[in-house]
């Protein structure tokens, strides 16, 4: 009786340990992974030593040691907090907040982002988490206001909330369709800034 019940809790634990694996091997690569903010790029949305969890199949999750992707649920909006690939070291992933498309004319002047000529007024783009004002700095390409930049063919224009501390678009230019890896969802460690991203 003892051997059998012995029997019965190992092959419970294999079972249980195996579905773990299983799971975690799905899981990871197709559907929520966890990232560590590791600079101020983001401040204050994001803070060096968050750690958030990244929506991957929302964008549609890459298939590992291919250059498939499944489906999508939908496309990157303006405003979504994205991670990617680094264009200039496939090594390192970066995020930063979507901008713009492809097609779009880029010009920061004054501190705002305009699109096509159009400021972006939306809360989200000229109001930080604090509600202090978020101004854009010219840097790199857009060293001098009145410089415009087109966004090419399945690009995406990014750019860091604390723009002037941020390795971006500005810097090294487009963040290329195939890089994406997914949507930002939400700050979950340290437990008193654990909340939902805009």
Same mark, same amino acid.
């Given at each position: 009786?003892? !051997?059998?019940?012995?029997?019965?809790?190992?092959?419970?634990?294999?079972?249980?340990?195996?579905?773990a694996?299983?799971?975690?091997?799905?899981?990871? #690569?197709?559907?929520?992974?966890?990232?560590?903010? #590791?600079?101020?790029?983001?401040? &204050?949305?994001?803070?060096?030593? /968050?750690?958030?969890?990244?929506?991957?199949?929302i964008?549609?999750?890459?298939? #590992?040691f291919?250059? +498939?992707? +499944? &489906?999508?649920?939908?496309?990157?909006?303006?405003? $979504?907090?994205?991670?990617?690939?680094? &264009?200039?070291? &496939?090594? !390192? $992933?970066?995020?930063? %907040?979507?901008?713009?498309?492809?097609?779009?004319?880029?010009?920061?002047? /004054?501190?705002?982002?305009?699109i096509?000529?159009?400021? +972006?007024?939306?809360?989200?783009?000229?109001?930080n *988490?604090? @509600?202090?004002?978020?101004?854009?700095?010219? %840097?790199?390409?857009?060293?001098? $206001?009145?410089?415009? *930049?087109?966004v090419? !063919? @399945?690009?995406?224009?990014?750019? @860091?909330?604390?723009?002037?501390?941020?390795?971006?678009?500005?810097?090294? @230019?487009?963040? #290329? =369709?195939?890089?994406?890896?997914? !949507?930002?969802?939400? *700050?979950?460690?340290?437990?008193? %800034?654990? =909340?939902m991203l805009?």
């Open positions: 009786m003892k !051997k059998e019940s012995k029997s019965q809790l190992r092959e419970w634990t294999e079972a249980l340990v195996f579905a694996i299983i799971a975690f091997a799905l899981i990871r #690569p197709f559907i929520i992974q966890a990232f560590k903010i #590791p600079t101020g790029s983001m401040r &204050p949305t994001l803070v060096e030593g /968050d750690i958030i969890l990244v929506n991957k199949f964008y549609g999750a890459k298939v #590992p291919t250059k +498939l992707n +499944l &489906p999508k649920l939908t496309d990157p909006k303006r405003g $979504d907090i994205i991670v990617f690939i680094y &264009p200039e070291n &496939p090594k !390192k $992933d970066f995020i930063k %907040r979507l901008i713009a498309f492809e097609g779009e004319t880029v010009e920061i002047k /004054d501190g705002t982002i305009y096509d000529g159009k400021p +972006l007024l939306d809360k989200l783009f000229t109001r *988490i604090d @509600g202090t004002i978020r101004y854009y700095y010219n %840097r790199g390409d857009f060293e001098e $206001d009145g410089f415009k *930049i087109i090419p !063919k @399945g690009s995406y224009f990014v750019l @860091g909330d604390n723009s002037a501390a941020s390795l971006d678009s500005r810097f090294w @230019g487009f963040v #290329p =369709r195939s890089n994406l890896l997914g !949507k930002a969802m939400l *700050i979950y460690w340290p437990f008193n %800034r654990t =909340r805009k």
